[in-house]
């Protein structure tokens, strides 16, 4: 079982990820410009993909303290989830 990751600062090009069957996608800071400015406005999204489609999302918002994940076991089955956190 082989995973890859693909970070969007300097992604493989397409001859390549075409062939790739399972990969993690990461950003580890979407909105930059919002974490600069301290508004925390900011996220943490990370992705399983499999053949071409995304079955395991996770976005993480630290300064609210809110995650959001969704999965699907199959094209007809996927389930979503809020959790908040107070620590």
């Not at 969007?8 to 400015?37: C, M, N, S």
């Amino acid at each position: 079982l082989t995973y890859l990751f693909l970070k969007k600062e300097a992604p493989p090009g397409w001859d390549v990820r075409q062939h790739w069957q399972r990969y993690w996608l990461v950003d580890p800071l979407d909105g930059t410009k919002e974490f600069i400015k301290r508004n925390g406005e900011f996220t943490v999204n990370i992705a399983l993909i499999e053949n071409g489609k995304a079955v395991l999302g996770v976005v993480f918002a630290p300064v609210l303290k809110v995650m959001y994940s969704a999965a699907c076991v199959s094209r007809f089955r996927c389930a979503t989830r809020t959790r908040r956190r107070w620590w």
